[in-house]
């Protein structure tokens, strides 16, 4: 167990809906990172947040977002679903940035129908 | 742009045997190289690192990595595989508080 915990597990939904998934990092962790994988894309990364502040930016599409909130905690919001998004979406926690290792949470499985 | 190559998809090893994963990075500056091992249905774990320093680093599970800065490479090795390594492995590279991954090379062991 990596200590950081992703909600929900799983969610299936329909095209052009939003959905949002939910990240708690690891005790003391000031980071946050989301990841999808993909068969196609392979582990891409889309987002850091360090103590609620945006850090980096990877390849997100438009009608995603993310926020991280005074607790810490992160919310990746998916809107206009398209078939295309249903992948598996990693939050990842570290202490800062750069050279310090991150920890994966277990994912949430999106299915676009 | 920063990033790393994993040039084998597949890697086969009997039990026992030696166990190397191969990893090419192109980066420019020092490089912060990664491992990362994923188990089926689970999130990626944290096997090793290279900073700096020693060119052999040492990671969890008898994982071990070579840093070659005249070949560009950081492979993964474990000197005996067991059939519970058999996973998918990451080799990844940081930058600009990016983490960018290689595609992964899955590596099965055979009893």
């Known amino acids: 167990d990596s200590g950081v915990t992703q909600t929900p597990k799983h969610l299936i939904t329909a095209t052009g809906q939003r959905v949002t998934l939910r990240c708690s990092p690891r005790?003391?962790?000031?980071?946050v990172y989301w990841y999808q994988q993909s068969l196609d894309q392979g582990l891409q990364f889309l987002i850091q947040?360090?103590?609620?502040?945006?850090?980096a930016k990877g390849n997100i599409l438009e009608r995603f977002s993310a926020q991280q909130f005074p607790d810490l905690h992160s919310e990746l919001n998916l809107s206009s679903l398209e078939l295309g998004d249903s992948a598996l979406y990693f939050c990842?926690?570290?202490?800062?940035?750069?050279?310090?290792?991150?920890?994966f949470g277990p994912g949430t499985r999106l299915t676009v129908t | 742009a920063q990033s790393v190559a994993q040039p084998e998809d597949q890697v086969n090893v009997a039990e026992g045997n030696p166990l190397t994963v191969k990893c090419t990075y192109s980066?420019?500056?020092?490089?912060?190289l990664f491992w990362y091992v994923q188990y089926p249905n689970r999130g990626l774990q944290f096997l090793l690192k290279?900073?700096?320093?020693?060119?052999l680093v040492k990671g969890s599970y008898g994982f071990e990595a070579e840093f070659n800065k005249s070949q560009t490479s950081f492979h993964l090795k474990k000197p005996s595989a067991l059939v519970s390594d058999s996973a998918l492995y990451f080799c990844?590279?940081?930058?600009?508080?990016?983490?960018?991954f290689g595609a992964g090379t899955t590596v099965t062991v055979r009893a």
């Open positions: 990842a926690s570290s202490v800062g940035g750069g050279v310090y290792e991150q920890y």
């Open positions: 005790s003391g962790d000031l980071s």
């Open positions: 947040y360090y103590n609620g502040e945006e850090r």
């Open positions: 980066v420019s500056g020092n490089p912060y």
């Open positions: 290279y900073i700096t320093g020693d060119n």
């Open positions: 990844a590279v940081t930058y600009d508080y990016k983490l960018s």
